[in-house]
C-alpha cells in the first residue's frame, strides 16, 4: 500500500529532482559559492533521508581521533527549540542543541560539540571560541555545499542503496545519485554479519566508485545496555521480557537484534527525533505496568535517552536501559579507513 502511494507522488518526485539538480549545477559552474578552509574538515552524510548510521560513524571518529588531535563537531541541531550558532556547555539539554548533539556532548565531555544552521558561519566562530581545535567533523552535512569539506564520506545502507533508490516523496533520495562522485569514501552500512567477499565485489560493481573512491563495509555491533540513570551494566539475557522506545528512522536492525537475544518484546514506536512530552511518559508506564513478567525491562536507544533524561525524577526508579551501537568494519579493513582520515588530517601539518 505505502509503494503503491509512493508511485503516485512521482510527479512530485520529478520536480524535485529538477530543484535539486539545478540546484546542484548553479554550485558546479560556481554561480553558488562553495567556499574552501585551510583546515582539516571531515563530512559525515548521506544522499538519503532516514537512519544510515551516521550518528555512529561520528561517533567512530571521535573516539579514533580524540586521543591525538582536539576534536570538534558541528550539527545543524535538528528539532532544537533555538538558532543560531551555539557551543555545548555543563548545562545545556537537548532541547536547546538537538539530540545528536546532545549524544555527543555526554559521551565525549572532551569534544567541542557545536550547533549552527549556517556552516559556513560556524566553523570560524568555532576555530575563534577554541583557537586549539584540530578538526572539525560535520555531522549530516553532505548535502549542503556551502563548505567543501576536505575528506567527504558518504554513507549508505546495505538494504536500500542509493543505486536502486528513487528521489523523495517516491523514494528516499534527498539528493541525486551522481552527487556520490562528491565522496571520497563510500560505506555500506547496517550490512549482514556474514557478508561475502564474493557479494560485496558485486555491490562495489553497482556502486561503481571513481578511482579515487575507496569503498567499506560495515555492520551493526551492539554494546551491553546500561542503566540510563545510575549507569549500572546488564547483560541481555533470553528470559528478558522487553518493552522498547524506539524514536530512530530505521528501527528495524535494533528489533531484529532483539528478536535473537530476548525472550519476548513489544515496542512503542515514535517518530524520529520525537520530543517526549508527559503523555508519551504515562504511556510508557502504563505499558510497562502491563507487562507481569517478573523479569522485565525497558530497552531505548541513545538518542532517544537523551531525549528522556528530562524525566530522570519520575523514570529513576524504572529499570530503563540504553542499548549502545557502534560500526564495526568487516573484512579488516578498519585499518586501511583509520589510516587514510589520519593522512588526511596530518597532511595539513606540512
Do not use: W
Amino acid at each position: 500500500m505505502l509503494k503503491s502511494f509512493r508511485y503516485m507522488l512521482f510527479p512530485f518526485a520529478l520536480i524535485y529532482r529538477i530543484i535539486i539538480r539545478l540546484r546542484n549545477l548553479l554550485y558546479d559552474v560556481n554561480l553558488l559559492k562553495s567556499s574552501d578552509f585551510n583546515f582539516p574538515i571531515i563530512c559525515i552524510g548521506n544522499v538519503a533521508v532516514g537512519g544510515t548510521g551516521k550518528t555512529p560513524m561520528t561517533e567512530y571518529l571521535i573516539e579514533l581521533l580524540q586521543g591525538r588531535y582536539q576534536v570538534a563537531t558541528l550539527s545543524r541541531g535538528y528539532k532544537r527549540r533555538t538558532k543560531g550558532f551555539a557551543i555545548a556547555g555543563p548545562q545545556t539539554t537537548a532541547i536547546e542543541i538537538g539530540d545528536e548533539p546532545m549524544q555527543f556532548h555526554q559521551k565525549f565531555p572532551g569534544v567541542t560539540v557545536a550547533v549552527g544552521e549556517e556552516r559556513l558561519v560556524a566553523i570560524p566562530q568555532i576555530l575563534y571560541q577554541h583557537p586549539n581545535t584540530s578538526v572539525i567533523l560535520l555531522d549530516d552535512a553532505f548535502q549542503h555545499r556551502a563548505v567543501r569539506a576536505g575528506l567527504n564520506i558518504l554513507l549508505t545502507e546495505y538494504s536500500n542503496l542509493y543505486t536502486r533508490d528513487f528521489m523523495m516523496p517516491s523514494g528516499d533520495l534527498r539528493d541525486e545519485r551522481k552527487s556520490s562522485k562528491r565522496a571520497h569514501v563510500i560505506i555500506v552500512t547496517k550490512c549482514p554479519e556474514d557478508l561475502s567477499l564474493e557479494e560485496s565485489k558485486k555491490l562495489v560493481t553497482e556502486l561503481n566508485p571513481l578511482p579515487h573512491q575507496q569503498v567499506f563495509f560495515t555492520t551493526i555491533q551492539y554494546g551491553t545496555p546500561y542503566h540510563m540513570f545510575k549507569g549500572d551494566q546488564l547483560k541481555i539475557e533470553n528470559d528478558h521480557n522487553v518493552l522498547l522506545l524506539c524514536g530512530i528512522a530505521n528501527p528495524m536492525p535494533v528489533k531484529k537484534y532483539l528478536n535473537e537475544h530476548v525472550h519476548s518484546f513489544e515496542m512503542l514506536k515514535f517518530k524520529d527525533h520525537h520530543i517526549f512530552n508527559s503523555t508519551d511518559l504515562n504511556e510508557i508506564q502504563k505499558q510497562f505496568q502491563r507487562n507481569t513478567s517478573s523479569n522485565k525491562i525497558i530497552i531505548t536507544t541513545e538518542k532517544d535517552a537523551v531525549r528522556l533524561l528530562k524525566f530522570k525524577n519520575e523514570m529513576t526508579d524504572l529499570p530503563i536501559y540504553v542499548l549502545p551501537v557502534k560500526h564495526h568494519f568487516l573484512f579488516n579493513e578498519s585499518g586501511d579507513f583509520n589510516k587514510k582520515v589520519l593522512v588526511f588530517i596530518d597532511s595539513y601539518k606540512k
